[in-house]
């Protein structure tokens, strides 16, 4: 409806190739949102399903030894009674009429609301019932299949449970039987709910497919009777059942018992999920306001940008032939504004994304969601910077601050996931041994042009520490984020003391804290002596989005990207705090035995061309063709394929040497470890390059892509790219023969 909206309304004004590329970005970007709220409203649905499942189990857990513990009452008391003087004496009168007018005052005394007194012979020989409800003839043919300990009956719709003991007088080798006593409680629906943990649910007691009481409506028990006839073999795992026009999850609970019945805990799947239909909404109005708010913005910016560029005629004759991927190569204010449009509406998403995760995290789903969307969102950031630095090739002088500004803000929107992905543990690292009091030292200069004149930077630094293993980056973020927070608490002057020790957390102290495995650890210890904080705040500190700042001045994920951090590299966090006095914040990190790495000099400069073969595999078109046009321009040949089965076919078709495969891990219908490995069987002498979206370590583990394997994490740059290349390159010409190759 939206594209229609648009087409109508500019199509006959405006004749130009940015207007129906940005119509054919806001329809990508609608699906999109569109799968993202169907995804959150699935991940929901599962996550309620797995809590009411849980919940059912339990319920029917607690029932079950409450149900132990009041069998065993039920025994003892019978036993009890079965072992009185007074009803031996009854019994062995042996007269029915004197026996049932004796033993009235017993069922009184127990508290039972069924008393059955049995004959040697089997005969009836008293009933009683607090209800009366129950008859004799009833009884007694009822009697006759209650041969054990226990068993269940049902009178005139209801329902008892029953535990009988023999009556026996005398002792040794003149022990006779004087008949048995039972004692039954009944049971309803309403007397089990009197159970804490089953008053929200609804209860079903049946057996052999019938229902025998229920805390449901009569008029719905066909409907669980037909469900039972028609599922299959019920097992102890909740299962989905429709009572009524409503969706039930219902688990169940054998009671043991001569004649044994089934206690069903059902809870209404639909009320469950009732408030997904308000969100879905509210989702929904907001994905559309984003939306349009993105189409007018990217339109305005597109013509404006877009006017002093030269070589529309030649992009809109492509486009008019059908080839809507010349847009990588196209000249002009086209890309300019579809790279701006798609920026805005990534920042827009981000947004929600935020918000989003804000009610995630209630749900303790986070990390799930943040995970779920850095494959895509990797991806969109690679392709703007990637757009932008093509456009930064051909552009005129005049406009290039503006594309540097849009790739500029790519990069802060790629900072800003890897803060969402470190605070939920998700971000790939990459650990070195480090010496902390290096790292510390190295950061002393841009700590105080950091802080300012009026903070004090104080350092004590130990030279007792080990070494630690983390990842460099991480770590001097962890220090930034620790000495911007420890500025904001001192307004005015103030100290900050960086220090480092060595320690050891004993048993004792892992004891208290359940994440810390006792060992040698390496403390790093930041501490103001600015406002300090009170008990509320401290317990909110680590939480993402979690800030006491005024709005607009800080995005609450500075500590919790320190707390997520720290965990990740197997450390433990901790904080104290005084109000007016000042915070210590403690990282401890293991120590390692391990002498520090060295640090690689990172390779700067203009990328040298080169030549050779390289099989492109990707499934995401648009990152494909970037990739692809990239490498092409840098004297690549380039074979491409979306897909592992995909690159099979392209490498049988070529018959020519390929020299470097690159692939990407995780791809519908055969991923990049599954690919690689079928193409060694039918070609050496090739390098393997691995892309990888997913940050979550999990999948990168079940990949199996192999120790020795060259990972490439998204988002990268050209550049990064073509070096890489060279470094496996110049790896395989080590380790094997040193003739010369067609890759430089």
């Known amino acids: 409806m939206i594209i229609k909206l648009y087409l109508h309304v500019f199509t006959r004004p405006f004749h130009h190739l940015r207007t129906r590329l940005l119509l054919s970005f ?160 009944e049971v309803t629906p309403q007397s089990v709910a009197d159970v804490e943990a089953l ?9 052999d497919g019938a229902v025998l009481a229920s805390s449901l409506d009569p008029s719905f028990w066909p409907d669980f009777q037909n469900w039972l006839t028609t599922s299959p073999s019920p097992s102890h795992s909740s299962q989905e059942m429709h009572i009524g026009g409503e969706r039930y999850l219902g688990n169940f609970i054998e009671l043991s018992g001569d004649h044994p019945v089934r206690m069903y805990s059902l809870r209404s799947y639909d009320q469950a999920t009732s408030f997904l239909g308000s969100l879905n909404e ?77 009610h995630s995290a209630r749900l303790e789903a986070v990390g799930r969601l943040a995970g779920g969307i850095a494959h895509d969102f990797n991806n969109l950031v690679m392709i703007i910077k990637g757009y932008s630095d093509l456009l930064l090739q051909s ?41 902390l009091n290096h790292t510390v030292r190295g950061m002393l200069k841009m700590l105080r042009l950091l802080l300012g004149e009026d903070i004090e930077l104080l350092t004590s630094l130990s030279d007792q520490i080990g070494r630690v293993k983390a990842d460099p980056g991480q770590l001097e973020q962890v220090v930034m984020n620790l000495a911007v927070n420890a500025r904001d608490a001192m307004p005015g002057r103030g100290k900050l003391i960086v220090e480092t020790q060595s320690c050891r957390l004993d048993e004792a102290y892992a004891a208290l804290h359940s994440e810390v495995t006792a060992g040698s650890y390496v403390l790093l210890a930041v501490t103001d002596t600015g406002c300090g904080m009170n008990s509320e705040t401290l317990a909110h500190i680590f939480e993402p989005f979690f800030t006491t700042k005024p709005p607009g001045k800080g995005t609450g994920l500075g500590l919790a990207t320190v707390y997520g951090i720290v965990k990740q590299s197997r450390g433990h966090l901790s904080v104290y705090s005084e109000v007016a006095v000042g915070t210590t914040f403690k990282v401890y990190l293991p120590a390692v035995d391990q002498p520090a790495s060295v640090p690689q ?37 380039v074979l491409q394929a979306g897909n592992g089965l995909q690159g099979l076919v392209v490498s049988d078709r070529h018959l020519g040497e390929i020299n470097v495969v690159i692939t990407d891990i995780v791809m519908p219908r055969m991923g990049g470890p599954e690919m690689v490995e079928k193409l ?18 999990a999948v990168l583990e079940n990949a199996q892509i192999g120790k020795d394997a060259v990972l490439l994490n998204k988002p990268f740059s050209t550049d990064t790219l073509v070096r890489k290349i060279r470094q496996v390159h110049d790896a395989a010409a080590v380790v094997s023969d040193p003739a010369p190759s067609s890759l430089p």
């Open 26 to 185: 806001l329809a990508v970007v609608f699906l999109l949102t569109a799968s993202v709220l169907t995804l959150i409203q699935v991940r929901m649905r599962a996550h309620v399903w797995e809590d009411l499942a849980s919940t059912l189990h339990t319920e029917l857990a607690v029932y079950s030894k409450v149900e132990d513990a009041r069998r065993q009452q039920a025994e003892q008391s019978v036993a009890l009674i079965a072992d009185l003087p007074s009803l031996k004496a009854l019994m062995s009168t042996r007269d029915i009429p004197t026996i049932q007018d004796g033993s009235e005052s017993i069922l009184r005394t127990s508290g039972a609301d069924l008393l059955i007194l049995e004959g040697t012979g089997g005969e009836l020989l008293a009933l009683h019932s607090s209800s009366g409800t129950v008859p004799a003839a009833r009884g007694k043919s009822l009697l006759l299949g209650s041969i054990g300990k226990h068993d269940w009956w049902l009178v005139d719709g209801h329902l008892y449970c029953l535990n009988f003991a023999a009556i026996t007088a005398g002792a040794g080798t003149e022990r006779r039987s004087l008949g048995r006593v039972a004692l039954g409680h």
């Open 199 to 207: 008053r929200n649910g609804a209860l079903i007691f049946e057996r």
């Open 282 to 358: 509210m989702l929904m109005i907001l994905g559309a306001i984003a939306v349009l708010t993105g189409a007018l913005v990217g339109f305005v910016l597109s013509r404006q940008i877009t006017r002093p560029l030269e070589d529309l005629v030649q992009a809109s004759r492509q486009m008019e032939k059908g080839d809507f991927e010349f847009k990588i190569q196209a000249k002009g204010q086209d890309e300019v504004a579809e790279l701006t449009r798609a920026f805005e509406q990534m920042r827009k998403s981000l947004l929600l994304s935020r918000e989003g995760m804000l």
């Open 395 to 435: 552009v005129p002088e005049e406009n290039r601050s503006q594309l540097e500004e849009i790739k500029r803000a790519a990069e802060r929107a790629g900072g800003l996931t890897s803060q969402l992905l470190a605070f939920s543990r998700k971000q790939v690292l990459e650990p070195q041994i480090l010496d």
């Open 601 to 637: 000099p990172e390779q700067t400069g203009e990328v040298a061309k080169g030549h050779g073969v390289v099989l492109l595999v990707e499934d995401e078109e648009p990152l494909r063709t970037l990739a692809a046009k990239a490498l092409e321009g840098m004297g690549y040949q």
């Open 680 to 697: 060694r069987r039918k070609r050496t002498n090739f390098s393997v390059i691995f892309m990888s979206g997913y940050t979550d370590a």
